[in-house]
C-alpha cells in the first residue's frame, strides 16, 4: 500500500502546524518484539524525511532500548497503580468469557465481580463486556453482526497459556488506556489539548463509534470529560439483550462505591492471575 492511501502525506502537513505532539508508545509496547525495531526505524524516517520541521516532545515517544512489555508487572511501579483498575477489568473479562452462562448472566456477572474488586462501576469497560458477551450469531443485519464480531476480536484476545493470557489482558488493558486518553482535555494537567486516537484496529475503532466523552460534562478535577454511552444501530434499541443491558448499567452505576488502596489492588490482581492460570 502508498504511503498516500495510508495518509502519511496528509499526516505529515499536520504535523507541520504547531503543537502537535504524536506519542506511538503504546503502539511499541504491544508489538511483537521481533517487529520493534524495523519499525521504529522506519518512524524515525518517516519523521526525518517526510516532517523533518517537526519537533517532538521528550515524554511523547517510548525509548526503543527498552523490551516491549510480555505482561502488566513489566510496567514502572507508577504506571501500575495507574491501571491496575483496568487491568483487573480484563482480567475478569477473560474468567466471564471461559464461562458457558448466558449473555446476559455472563455481563451481570461480571459487573457483580468488578463492583466487587473495585469498589465502582466502570462505564467503559461495562460497554466492551457488552459487546463481548452479546451472541451475534443471532443477529439478522450482517453489517450489525460484523461490526460486533470485529470488536469482541480486538477484546477476546487468545488466553490459552500463560504467556497468552498475561500478554492478552495487558494489551486489552492497553487498549483501554489508549480509548480513555481522547477523555484528557489537558496535557500534564495545565495545558488544554485535543487528543486524537489513530489506529489500524478496526474493532477498537468500531468499539470507539459506540461512544462519546462530554465536554460539557467534566470531572471533579476538571481534567477529563464524562463518559456518554451511543446507539450506532437500531438494534442496540430494540434486542432484549441491548434493553436489559442497559438497565443492568442503570443500577450499578448508582450502587455504592468505596475506595481500595493500591496494595489491596494488586493482591488482587494476582489472586485472580493465580485462579486463571489454574483453570488453564
Not at 518512524?43 to 516532517?51: D, K, P, Q, R
Not at 488482587?268 to 489454574?278: D, G, H, Q, R
Request: glycine share 4%; aromatic share 14%.
Amino acid at each position: 500500500m502508498k504511503l498516500k492511501d495510508l495518509g502519511l502525506f496528509d499526516l505529515a502537513e499536520v504535523l507541520a502546524n504547531p503543537g502537535i505532539i504524536l506519542n506511538p508508545g503504546l503502539a511499541f509496547r504491544e508489538m511483537e518484539e521481533r517487529f520493534v525495531e524495523n519499525d521504529w526505524r522506519a518512524f524515525s524516517e518517516y519523521l526525518t524525511t517526510f516532517a523533518p520541521e517537526y519537533q517532538d516532545t521528550p515524554d511523547a515517544t517510548w525509548d526503543p532500548s527498552g523490551s516491549p512489555m510480555k505482561n502488566f508487572w513489566d510496567l514502572p511501579k507508577t504506571a501500575q497503580a495507574v491501571h491496575l483498575p483496568s487491568y483487573i477489568s480484563q482480567l475478569l473479562l477473560i474468567s466471564w468469557r471461559k464461562t458457558d452462562a448466558a449473555p446476559l448472566r455472563q455481563l451481570e456477572g461480571y459487573l457483580s465481580d468488578v463492583l466487587r474488586y473495585l469498589g465502582q462501576f466502570q462505564p467503559l469497560e461495562a460497554r466492551i463486556a457488552q459487546f463481548l458477551f452479546y451472541d451475534r450469531m443471532r443477529a439478522r443485519n450482517e453489517d450489525w453482526k460484523a461490526f460486533c464480531g470485529e470488536i469482541r476480536t480486538n477484546f477476546s484476545k487468545p488466553a490459552g497459556s500463560k504467556r497468552t493470557l498475561l500478554k492478552a489482558a495487558l494489551n486489552q488493558m492497553l487498549d483501554t488506556y489508549l480509548l480513555r486518553a481522547a477523555q484528557s482535555m489537558h496535557y500534564g494537567q495545565k495545558q488544554e489539548a485535543d487528543f486524537w486516537i489513530a489506529t489500524q484496529d478496526t474493532g477498537l475503532a468500531y468499539f470507539a463509534k459506540t461512544f462519546f466523552y462530554d465536554e460539557a460534562h467534566l470531572s471533579p478535577s476538571g481534567l477529563f470529560s464524562t463518559f456518554e454511552r451511543l446507539m450506532p444501530f437500531a438494534e442496540m434499541t430494540t434486542e432484549q439483550y441491548w434493553l436489559d443491558a442497559e438497565a443492568l448499567f442503570d443500577n450499578f452505576s448508582e450502587a455504592p462505591k468505596w475506595q481500595i488502596s493500591d496494595e489491596e489492588l494488586a493482591s488482587l490482581a494476582k489472586e485472580i492471575e493465580a485462579k486463571l492460570l489454574e483453570r488453564l
